[in-house]
């Protein structure tokens, strides 16, 4: 079957870093989308990889390595508003998006 | 970037009765629309994919008399949820993909959410 895999819950410290994981196994392979979601709202785009390597976009970067079905993202200099759901979601070859159920990342002062 | 506007952002309803929920696209044109059903700490949920001018494709295990989709033209589609029962209080979102500026790889744009209460 397919199966998006990334942790429930990461704490962080505002200011600092952190690197929320997503290891995939789907059916086909046509991009890996990061989206934020605070609570109560609609996800919001992140970033898209669809080729190896690391995508950087200001304080966001999201690493893909296809042959590992691994993906992560990088959220550098935390800010308090970064408190969210970070989901990752694979489209499959049928074009269609595969989601996890997301990383609560919760930032302290 | 795109802009997918949802209505009404929240409603509360009394059960048997019907609630639509309109999803649009205001500055580009999508002749596919997702709609999604989230419940508390939960990944979204894919319900079916509005197709324009065609009957939606519904995921396995919804129930299409009760979720009726329409996709009447390329920037609007609407979710039906018919004689609403409490069990039907969630969180529906749409998406819909630019077409013409990303194809079939591009990035999703989401409406606001619609918060449903069924009492």
């Known amino acids: 079957g397919q199966n998006i895999d990334q942790p429930t819950e990461m704490t962080a410290t505002e200011g600092a870093i952190v690197q929320i994981n997503c290891t995939y196994q789907t059916s086909g392979f046509n991009g890996l989308f990061w989206y934020q979601q605070h609570a109560g709202e609609a996800p919001t785009f992140l970033s898209y990889n669809v080729l190896d390597g690391l995508e950087e976009k200001g304080r966001f970067s999201s690493f893909l390595s296809r042959s590992k079905g691994y993906s992560y993202l990088l959220l550098k200099e935390l800010q308090m508003k970064d408190s969210a759901s970070y989901l990752c979601a694979v489209m499959d070859s049928n074009y269609q998006l595969i989601w996890g159920a997301g990383t609560k990342l919760i930032i302290k002062p | 970037g795109a802009v997918v506007s949802q209505h009404p952002s929240r409603v509360i309803c009394k059960s048997g009765t019907s609630v639509k929920i309109e999803c649009r696209s205001l500055d580009f044109q999508a002749t596919t629309m997702f709609w999604y059903r989230q419940f508390p700490k939960k990944s979204l949920m894919l319900m079916a994919t509005?197709?324009?001018?065609?009957?939606?494709?519904?995921e396995q295990g919804v129930e299409k008399d009760k979720f009726l989709i329409n996709h009447a033209s390329l920037t609007l589609s609407t979710l039906t949820v018919t004689s609403a029962h409490p069990e039907d209080s969630s969180f529906y979102i749409c998406?819909?993909?630019?077409?013409?500026?990303?194809?079939?790889?591009?990035?999703?744009?989401f409406g606001e959410g619609s918060r449903l209460t069924v009492l």
């Open positions: 998406s819909a993909r630019d077409s013409a500026t990303s194809g079939d790889t591009g990035e999703l744009f």
């Open positions: 509005s197709n324009e001018g065609s009957k939606a494709t519904y």
